[in-house]
């Protein structure tokens, strides 16, 4: 397999023969792909770089949570 950047029109043609739902192409390097409806982007599911975004953002959201949590703790 080797990962390259797919054009548009190669996106849509994978997306009519495998689905809409999600974009998972291990065979795209693509990050952000155009989304099947409407405006805007998505992510490819296949790709390292999602993953590691998706945890950094969680992991973010998690430390804020516990964050709060233990200054609240403190004031009361």
Known sequence: MDKRKW???EIETYREN???????N???SN?????PFGFGWTV???NPKT??????ITSFYVARFFYRRQTKSKNT
Not at 31 to 35: D, G, N, R
Not at 51 to 56: A, D, E, H, P, S
């Open 51 to 56: 993953w590691f975004f998706v945890c950094l």
């Open 31 to 35: 990050f952000l792909v155009p989304k």
């Open 18 to 24: 495998n689905g809409v739902f999600y974009y998972f």
């Open 44 to 46: 490819n599911w296949a």
């Open 7 to 9: 054009t548009k029109q």
């Open 26 to 28: 291990p065979e795209d």
